[in-house]
């Protein structure tokens, strides 16, 4: 199965679940998405980092979002997101915490934009 997230088709939003909660202050809420019993062989993510980086109110940081796509992801299954090189060289790192197999591919040589290309593992390997 596939799961994407990233714009809208009309580009006014994001495909991943963000919950906007009324009061004083604006809030956003980091929520785990909902896929039960599913899992995912591959993800894709198309500027969703500078999505999530541009709103300076949410509660998800990046590793909550990493977290959450690995909970998605079946092993063995893959992760592709395009976004821009420093969020993509900061998404690299995160991986190897999450002990995926990470590589980053620039996509064309006049652009900003690279893609981080990660599998998730059958089983974690050990830190030693």
């Not at 002990?99 to 593992?121: D, G, N, T």
């Amino acid at each position: 199965m596939f799961l994407s997230f990233g714009h809208n088709i009309d580009g006014s939003g994001e495909k991943r679940k963000v919950r906007h909660q009324q009061g004083r202050e604006e809030q956003y809420r980091c929520e785990a998405f909902p896929s039960y019993p599913r899992t995912y062989d591959l993800v894709h993510a198309d500027n969703l980092l500078s999505l999530q980086t541009s709103q300076h109110r949410s509660s998800c940081s990046l590793l909550n979002i990493f977290t959450e796509i690995d909970r998605l992801l079946r092993p063995e299954g893959w992760v592709i997101i395009r976004d821009t090189a420093q969020l993509v060289e900061t998404a690299r790192a995160l991986t190897a915490q999450l002990k995926w197999e990470a590589r980053v591919v620039e996509v064309e040589s006049s652009s900003e934009q690279r893609l981080l290309i990660c599998q998730k593992p059958f089983t974690k390997r050990q830190s030693i």
